[in-house]
């Protein structure tokens, strides 16, 4: 089970179609959830896409439980909400329910040249100073499915290894 969080606008839904290889052309924000069932590597991964407004951020501690590998999505162009996106991350990462889950941040919208690079990201939101889990960002374009496959591909094959 895939948990796939990150702040409104950020890409999530976008970032799951492309990854269910569906069609992105009409997307709107996601109004409570979406659960979709995702082929990778002959794994069938089921990934739940929370919405990200504000004031649906307190329910996804609902669906922490049981939860193998969370997907935190950034929008990498959106400067101004790094610091937002940032808190909400750290605080996901002091939850008790998702300790040691690995973690796979997409730094998304990497195809608009606003876009700060995920070395950046990285710097910016300290994450080499995760300890406790497994940890990767990766830059992409959920609009062009640049990096998104690769990734969750590497993801999902160190995260069987560990017998998840």
Known sequence: RILLLG??????????KQLASEDIS??????????????????KLNVWDIGGQRKIRPYW???FENTDVLIYVIDSADRKRFEETGQELAELLDEEKLSGVPVLIFANKQ?????????????GLNLHTIRDRVWQIQSCSALTGEGV??????????ANSRGI
């Open 26 to 43: 009409h997307i709107t924000p996601t109004q409570g959830f979406n659960i979709k069932s995702v082929q990778s590597q002959g794994f």
């Open 111 to 123: 195809d608009l040249l606003t876009a700060a690079p995920a070395s950046e990201i990285a710097e």
């Open 7 to 16: 702040l409104d606008n950020a890409g999530k839904t976008t970032l799951l």
């Open 61 to 63: 501690r609902n669906y």
């Open 149 to 158: 496959q690769v990734s969750l591909k590497r993801k999902v094959g160190s």
